[in-house]
């Protein structure tokens, strides 16, 4: 059966289209090795994978450039990988409208380039955005340091196509900003990581890129020496593009990296409100130095065995990066190398990530889950939250993905019946 599925699959999606053997490790799906990957140019070939992989009872697993594939419960039964990365058409672009139309496997590096010499931008950055793929950017709802200022990826979408479990092809949203009332599959699809459909393609709204790009930035070996700062800047008159407490891998103690974007009298004006807050604690840095401070406030927290996304309030920003140290010094964990941490003073969202040594010792493992269970009640009773989105796979088990409070799991389960009646997408992934 399995064979014969294979190769009917490989038929529809012609030369190219499905690898049986994939290279292991490339493609694995939190630990799982996959059955194949399939790489289909459209949504009438994305239906048709889903088609068969439903006939042979195997999950599918939607990806871009597979970034997302280590997150969340190992699945339950075999899978199929689906790469979108044979969809990079732009099909609409409208400069003088501020608008594009592509497909979902098209780069964020790639989109940027295109629209570059029209003196436009796209200010979404998530982790890896120049490798990351814009679907799966929009499927994970990843929004990074510059969403203060412009928006979640569900704040800059426009429409999208959308192929959902049961096979249908779905035209959600449009290609303009205004747009007809209604219910708002946009924000529903946007951010719900591939469990309910697979986006092919998307209509976004573009910005143009501001004239002046100026990066300040404040150092200190503690970041909670930072916080105080960070919250100047956070309550300052002006509204900076970015402001993010960091430690990384390639950063030497934390530092506070503030960006400042507008026309260049705005951003002189804007710098001088900010380094006044701050008693003179921000200064200027040279392209140079920005460009590896910028990659760093995007990119930490991002890898590592455990990776956690917690949000609060910006006014518990320091109890936060408390309560994250404390799990990064879990003796459990035994190492706070690996991933980092950047936390966003304006929104109060903070993303950490650490290596566990001796991974696979079960009293190590019990341990973290008990301090991860317990981070996300005390997150909790303060109006928190605690998104578990790596870890070995008995801690996910026992703390799982989400905090599924306030009646939110029933509400999952019955949009998951709805738009995956048989479970295709991405099983286990929401845990629920």
């Known amino acids: 059966m399995s064979a014969r599925t294979l190769a009917a699959l490989a038929a529809r999606l012609g030369p190219g289209g499905l690898v049986e053997e994939p290279e292991a490790g490339v493609w694995t799906v939190a630990g ?28 599918v697993v939607p990806t871009g450039a597979g970034h997302e594939l280590c997150e969340g419960r190992e699945p339950a039964r075999p899978v199929v990988v689906l790469s979108t990365r044979r969809m990079q058409e732009v099909t609409v672009y409208e400069p003088a409208d501020l608008t594009m139309t592509a497909g979902a496997g098209l780069t964020l590096g790639d989109l940027e380039a295109r629209v570059a010499g029209e003196g436009q931008w796209l200010p979404l950055d998530p982790p890896s955005a120049t490798t990351r793929s814009l679907g799966g950017a929009v499927a994970r709802g990843s929004a990074g340091p510059l969403s203060p200022m412009f928006g979640a990826p569900r704040d800059l979408v426009l429409g999208l196509t959308v192929v959902i479990g049961d096979g249908r092809v779905l035209r959600v949203g449009g290609r303009v900003v205004k747009n007809v009332a209604g219910y708002d599959l946009v924000r529903l699809i946007v951010g719900s990581r591939g469990t309910l459909g697979v986006i092919t393609s ?16 404040s150092r200190a070996g503690d970041a909670s020496d930072l916080v105080r700062p960070g919250r ?4 300052a008159r002006v509204l900076p593009a970015s402001a993010q407490i960091v430690r990384s891998e390639i950063s030497d103690g934390s530092a506070l990296v503030v960006r400042v974007v507008g026309a260049p009298k705005q951003v002189d004006a804007d710098c001088a409100v900010l380094t006044g807050a701050t008693d003179g604690a921000l200064q200027p840095v040279d392209e140079a130095e920005a460009r590896v401070l910028l990659d760093a406030a995007r990119d930490a927290g991002s890898t590592g065995d455990v990776r956690i996304e917690v949000s609060v309030r910006p006014a518990d920003v320091a109890w ?21 941490f950047a936390c966003c003073v304006l929104s109060g969202a903070v993303r950490a990530g650490w290596r566990v040594e001796a991974p696979g010792d079960e009293a190590r493992e019990v341990e973290l889950s008990g301090a991860l269970s317990d981070a996300r009640r005390r997150l909790e009773e303060r109006g928190g939250t605690l998104t578990l989105v790596r870890a070995p796979g008995s801690v996910l088990r026992e703390v799982g993905v989400y905090g599924l409070g306030c009646g939110v799991a029933p509400l999952m389960r019955e949009l998951k019946k709805t738009f995956d009646p048989e479970a295709v997408l991405c099983p286990g992934r929401l845990g629920v």
């Open 320 to 340: 936060a990066l408390d309560l994250v140290r404390e799990l990064r010094e879990e003796p459990a964990s035994a190492s706070t190398a690996g991933g980092g």
């Open 32 to 59: 799982r090795e996959p059955v194949a990957v399939a790489f289909p140019r459209s949504a009438a070939e994305v239906a048709s994978v889903l088609e068969h992989a439903r006939n042979a009872g195997w999950g």
């Open 232 to 235: 100047a800047v956070a309550t």
């Open 202 to 217: 998307v209509s976004l709204r573009l910005f143009p890129r501001p004239a002046v790009d100026r990066v300040l930035v």
